[in-house]
C-alpha cells in the first residue's frame, strides 16, 4: 500500500481547501477469485475511511494479482 499521489484541488483564500490523497493498494493471490474476495474486504475498509474506489487492475500471471487505486478529497 501506498500514497500515489497527494494534491492540492482547491485553493480558497490563498490556501489549500481540499486535498486529493490517490492510494494504491497491491493484492496477490493463488486465484483471481482470492484476489476478488480480499479486494471486497479492503474496499469496504477504505470506505469507511472516506476512500472511494476508482480503479481495479488486475495481472494474471503465476500469481493472480490485483491493484485497487482509492481516492478522497478533504
Known amino acids: 500500500m501506498g500514497l500515489d499521489d497527494e494534491s492540492v484541488a482547491d485553493i480558497r483564500d490563498n490556501a489549500a ?8 493498494i497491491r493484492v496477490f493471490a493463488a486465484t483471481m477469485s482470492a484476489c476478488d474476495e ?3 474486504s479492503i474496499t469496504a475498509a477504505m470506505e469507511a475511511l472516506g476512500y472511494t474506489l476508482t480503479r481495479t487492475q488486475e495481472i494474471d500471471g ?11 478529497l478533504s
Open 17 to 24: 481547501y481540499l486535498i486529493q490523497r490517490v492510494y494504491g
Open 38 to 40: 480480499t479486494g471486497e
Open 62 to 72: 503465476e500469481t493472480a494479482q490485483q491493484k485497487l487505486t482509492f481516492q478522497k
